[in-house]
């Protein structure tokens, strides 16, 4: 993000209608939020022009064109396009991640196709995902969560309705992204591992991300996984001046070598921790400028901030 008090993320969309019937949006300048598929959308670690189904655009309507999540001024990016992925992993393995889901369209279309988030079950009918991938949404009914496989071709997918939405109250306060997350009501319990939240702020080591985000070839229809470093508050600070909730964000990437990340696609999905032989949710794919790029570690909605406020909203669902 590198940018000054006048260059600060600011949502602009430039929209075109594709003879495929998607709606298009203009390749971001830096920032915007991670996003994705078959669509065409930008967001804060994008560079390339994701497709976004008509399918999506049509469901979610303004809510898709939110997204973007573009710096007003910001200038292009040196080099243009950045080979972006998730970046340095590789496919993860059925039953490594059972708690991750993705998001998508109601509708027509295969889980790949309409998939545009992730997401982690975190009871047996809720899912936590990113508030950028579902703030303008109006009908939970235009929203389908995608379990059961990390395969979103495989006959084990179960598509599942939503039933209710609840974007964070506090998203973006005090500055931008700050607070990024949501709760998903599920319509039904799904049959999966819900992960547990992680409830302290830590300095962690290794983390783990996972999703169906760019791999800088393909949205594959296998979830990715990669293990990032840890970044802490004071670089991650330094990396984007001005622009880090140290309460609510944390960071993770190789900030000087960069080469692993998540990436588009990916928003909304799950950074994972190991705490007592198992993996707990410390944060949520949020943003950050490029993907895997030197410098630009991924941001993430720091869970261990928000999991009291997450709480409250369960038991109102109760």
């Known amino acids: 993000m590198h940018c000054n008090s ?19 949006i203009r390749k971001a300048k830096r920032p915007n ?28 309507g303004a809510a898709a064109l939110a997204w973007t999540g573009v710096a007003a001024n910001a200038e292009d990016t040196p080099g243009g396009d950045f080979d972006a992925q998730i970046i340095g992993g590789g496919p993860a393995e059925e039953g490594r991640y059972p708690w991750l889901v993705g998001l998508g369209s109601a ?10 988030c992730g997401g982690s079950v975190i009871a047996a009918d809720v899912v936590l995902t990113a ?23 495989s006959d084990a997918v179960v598509e599942t309705s939503v039933a209710a939405v609840h974007v964070a109250e506090d998203y973006n306060d005090p500055i931008a992204m700050a607070n990024d997350w949501a709760l998903l009501k599920l319509d039904e319990p799904v049959d999966v591992d819900p992960i547990p939240l992680s409830t302290d702020p830590a300095e962690f080591g290794a983390l783990e991300t996972a ?11 296998v979830a990715h996984w990669v293990e990032v470093p840890f970044v802490g508050d004071a670089d ?14 944390l960071c993770a990437g190789d900030v000087e070598n960069g080469g692993v990340d998540s990436c588009q696609g990916d928003s909304g999905g799950p950074i994972m921790a190991e705490e007592d032989g198992e993996l707990i949710l410390a944060g949520v794919v949020s943003w950050g400028y490029g993907c895997a790029e030197p410098g630009n ?6 869970v261990a901030d928000f999991d009291d406020a997450i709480g409250e909203v369960l038991a109102g669902w109760e």
Not at 236 to 248: F, I, Q, T
């Open 33 to 60: 939020p991670h996003i994705h598929p078959e669509r065409t959308i930008v967001d804060k670690k994008r560079k390339h022009l994701i497709r976004l189904g008509a399918g999506v655009a049509a469901g979610l």
């Open 236 to 249: 991650c600070e330094a990396a984007y001046p001005g622009e880090v909730d140290a309460a609510s964000m």
């Open 131 to 153: 508030a950028h991938c579902v703030e303008d949404v109006t009908d939970p009914e235009t929203l389908v969560v995608f379990s059961g496989s990390v395969d979103l071709e």
């Open 6 to 24: 006048l260059n600060r993320p600011q949502k602009r969309h430039a929209t075109t209608k594709a003879t495929d019937g998607a709606f298009r």
């Open 297 to 302: 570690p991924g941001v993430y909605a720091e």
């Open 107 to 116: 509708g027509e279309g295969t889980p790949w196709e309409r998939q545009f």
């Open 211 to 221: 999703g169906w985000g760019d791999t800088g070839e393909e949205y594959p229809t």
